[in-house]
């Protein structure tokens, strides 16, 4: 199971398609979509049908949000003043639902900052360590996957060119193989943010190990 | 002292020149320009002077290196390959030179998130300790301050909207006072994203403590 969930953040519809293509052309299941708040009027305007849709939904029109009934098979409208955000409790509802998909999250990244960093920081809450590495952050420009301790491998997104290690907490043991900068169990006793490695000239994929700690990895493009 | 950098990342020359302008407006002393790889072009292309130049410069052309050169009081060119961003080499020389000034980054946030990233990773390194809540990373849309353990003060930024603290690390009682959603001595045991708090209305500060850990203050708007 694939869940495509789009967000309220910079979007573009034409990559959001594209990116929607090549996930299902090389992984086996459905796809579903799941609108969070502004995200949800986006499936709307490409006359996509929705298993979920939820936001406050305070930025859409009231004809807008008939819309989006008419295009979900369930919405939760939540009330503006509430602890979680609204791809939070999105997420948490999509992994009730299909605690095995792969969750890729659109419409998550660039804008504000602090609306990056929150979504950047559902790695570090307890409610999501058991599906970590099923979760994807995309953007045109920045790809983030999340690794928990133990042996990773990461595949080249093609288009690409960088490719960074932000060490989210002290990290033991790092072992980097197949990139320009490898690493052999460094350990860093405070975050760090690896910058600007890079694939091997003709590789596509890389591996790694890290013993303690919380990666998010990040492939980029000027 | 006040230090303007001017980075690699999305610039607003407009912008650029309101902010140093609303800044000698409330601040004592002298303003210097330093210029970092792509910034200082920028700062020729603003006919202005730099105390300082620095950069691996690959991504300009030899005319406009030259140029940099002409308008830069000392200029340091850096091999392509090397450990630390030139944004933290610049960072280090500006601190050697004015150990207590106010530094200003621009060009630092935007773009790349890991490059955006990078620049808030500074809070976790041991040589900005002394000097962390006198770094300040400056975008239209998105201001930071760091800050350490203790009392702290926040200005309102005038033509922002939120306020959002994200916690860097675990934070022991966190206190917020004179925001919509105040805390009293609340304590995180992994690091949170709490944002989209706000100023009272006609309060134009507020201010706050903590016991352990690091704090990114975020200013934004949509």
Not at 113 to 125: A, Q, R
Not at 166 to 171: A, C, E, G, K, Y
Not at 213 to 220: E, T
């Amino acid at each position: 199971m694939q869940v495509f969930m789009i967000g309220s953040g910079p979007f573009d519809e034409a990559y959001f398609k594209q990116y929607v293509e090549d996930v299902m052309d090389n992984k086996h299941g459905e796809a579903v979509y799941v609108g969070i708040d502004l995200g949800a009027k986006r499936f709307v305007e490409m006359d996509e049908t929705m298993v979920f849709a939820l936001g406050d939904f305070d930025s859409v029109s009231e004809t807008d949000y008939q819309h989006i009934v008419d295009n979900a098979n369930d919405v939760i409208r939540l009330n503006p003043m509430k602890d979680e955000t609204d791809m939070q409790a999105g997420l948490n509802w999509v992994i009730d639902h299909y605690p095995n998909a792969e969750y890729h999250l659109l419409g998550a990244l660039g804008g504000r900052v602090d609306h990056s960093l929150c979504n950047l920081w559902m790695i570090f809450m307890p409610e999501y360590q058991r599906v970590l590495e099923h979760i994807h952050l995309i953007h045109p420009k920045n790809w983030v996957n999340f690794l928990s301790p133990g042996q990773f491998q990461v595949n080249k997104v093609s288009e690409m060119t960088y490719l960074s290690f932000i060490l989210m907490t002290p990290v033991q043991e790092l072992t980097l193989t197949d990139v320009v900068y490898p690493l052999d169990r460094a350990t860093y006793r405070y975050p760090m943010a690896l910058i600007s490695n890079e694939f091997l000239a003709n590789h596509t994929q890389m591996s790694g190990s890290f013993k303690t700690g919380l990666i998010a990895v990040i492939q980029s493009r000027d």
